[in-house]
Nanobody
């Protein structure tokens, strides 16, 4: 069992930056691929970024590539999402997720087994 708690959301102006954190419980954190997803009002949850269990491989949605960076610290059981050059369309509830999949970098919701409660990101124009 893995419990995930996100933090770091808030209100930021367009062009600004935020860093989200996701703290995981349990001793097996380092064996899970980790991902970030987001959901805006009236829209489906969408994939944002994924990182392999080792942290050596990452994968991003085209909409955030070059602006967002996912990283992890297995010693601290934490995954991060650095968000730069934020746009109003980035506003959403952001969720972290942990999954064990045959895919090194899972990007579909069903490939993740555990989810956090989400943190709100608001971007003003």
């Amino acid at each position: 069992q893995v419990q995930l708690v996100e933090s770091g959301g808030g209100l930021v102006q367009a062009g600004g930056s935020l860093r989200l954190s996701c703290a995981a419980s349990g001793r097996t954190f380092s064996t899970y691929a980790m991902g970030w997803f987001r959901q805006a009002p009236g829209k489906e949850r969408e994939f944002v970024a994924a990182i392999s269990w080792s942290g050596h491989s990452t994968y991003y949605a085209d909409s955030v590539k070059g602006r967002f960076t996912i990283s992890r610290d297995n010693a601290k059981n934490t995954v991060y999402l650095q968000m730069d050059s934020l746009k109003p369309e980035d506003a959403a509830v952001y969720y972290c997720a942990a999954g064990r999949s045959t895919r090194l970098l899972p990007y579909r919701s069903y490939e993740y087994n555990y989810w956090g409660q989400g943190t709100q990101v608001t971007v003003s124009s």
